[in-house]
Nanobody, 114 residues
């Protein structure tokens, strides 16, 4: 059974940093790309960053230069380092394995406030 468990969210002031983690189980983690999505209240879920099985990262324009995705296959974990956070980054952040698994974690909340 595929399981994804996110952690690391919290409250932070503008300009601050957080590191999100997503621990995966139930599948061969090293063989799959991983993606972080986010969803703000009243808005659609959107891709923030992803990383391929061969460690190639990609980012949405709105996080380029501020967020960095990485993975540790020995720990079955994908990370999202978020720097220079802005109030508009406030959202639930969700870990995903793309098709064919298409599994989701429960999410972790990030709130950026003054």
């Amino acid at each position: 059974q595929v399981q994804l468990v996110e952690s690391g969210g919290g409250l932070v002031q503008p300009g601050g940093s957080l590191r999100l983690s997503c621990v995966a189980s139930g599948f061969t983690f090293s063989g799959y790309g991983m993606v972080w999505y986010r969803q703000a209240p009243g808005k659609q879920r959107e891709l923030a960053a992803g990383i391929t099985s061969n460690f190639r990262p990609y980012y949405a324009d709105f996080v380029k230069g501020r967020f960095y995705i990485s993975r540790d296959n020995a720990k079955n974990t994908v990370y999202l380092q978020m720097n220079n956070l802005k109030p508009e980054d406030t959202a639930g952040y969700y870990c995903n394995t793309p098709e064919p698994l298409n599994s989701w974690g429960q999410g972790t909340q990030v709130t950026v406030f003054s």
